[in-house]
Structure formats: structure tokens, C-alpha cells
Nanobody
Framework: QVQLVESGGGLVQPGGSLTLSCTAS???????????LGWFRQAPGKEREGVSC????????YYADSVKGRFTISRNNAKNTLYLQMNSLKPEDTGVYYC?????????????WGRGTRVTISS
């Protein structure tokens, strides 16, 4: 199974910004171009929730209401990388962020989860 690797997390003050990245492990030789790609997060003590998704065919993007206008998902197929630009961060954005693949964004079949990158928003 493909292992995705997330990076870019850290500790940021409220109102700050972070950019997360997600790529397939180099050893896998896996390419992300054929997949819809999603970002998810899990806050302490809460269930994992979907944050955003980008389709593979036309780069349509989808966002949870809680992040609309603040987060931007993008992909660079040449670099085999998915990004999540996060602006105007709030304490409630704190959590571990994961990326995953799926055939389409409107799917319950997200697979190839990474180990996540931790985002902490605190003053």
C-alpha cells in the first residue's frame, strides 16, 4: 500500500499561516495524478473530519464550511505533491492533519493514509 507523507505542521499563533504538503514516499514510485486527494484532521478528543479535497480530472476543490475562505488546497502533479495553504488560523484548527487518496472526492473510500503532521494554534 502506498504510504503518503505529510509535512509542514508546527506551532503557530492565532491569525498565522501554515502550508502543509503531502507526497507519496519516494520508494513507492506511486503517482498521485490519477487520484482525488483529500486533507483530513483530527483534533484532540474528536473524530477525524474532512477538511478539503481536490479532484484529479478538473481540479475541482471542496472545503468544509469551517475552513472556507481561509484554506486553499492545491496540487502539483509534476512534483507529485498536494498542498494545503492555511491562513487566519484559529485555535480550533489545532489537530493532526492527514492526506489520503480516493477515486473521487465524493467518496467514502479514502485510502493510503499518511501518519499525519501536527498543527497547533496557540498564543
Amino acid at each position: 500500500q502506498v504510504q503518503l507523507v505529510e509535512s509542514g505542521g508546527g506551532l503557530v499563533q492565532p491569525g498565522g499561516s501554515l502550508t502543509l504538503s503531502c507526497t507519496a514516499s519516494a520508494a513507492s514510485g506511486f503517482t498521485l495524478v490519477n487520484y482525488a486527494l483529500g486533507w483530513f484532521r483530527q483534533a484532540p478528543g474528536k473524530e477525524r473530519e474532512g477538511v478539503s479535497c481536490i479532484s484529479n480530472l478538473d481540479n475541482m476543490t471542496y472545503y468544509a464550511d469551517s475552513v472556507k475562505g481561509r484554506f486553499t488546497i492545491s496540487r502539483n502533479n509534476a512534483k507529485n505533491t498536494l498542498y494545503l495553504q492555511m491562513n487566519s488560523l484559529k485555535p480550533e484548527d489545532t489537530g493532526v492533519y492527514y492526506c489520503a487518496t480516493a477515486p473521487v472526492c465524493d467518496s467514502d473510500d479514502f485510502t493510503s493514509w499518511g501518519r499525519g503532521t501536527r498543527v497547533t494554534i496557540s498564543s
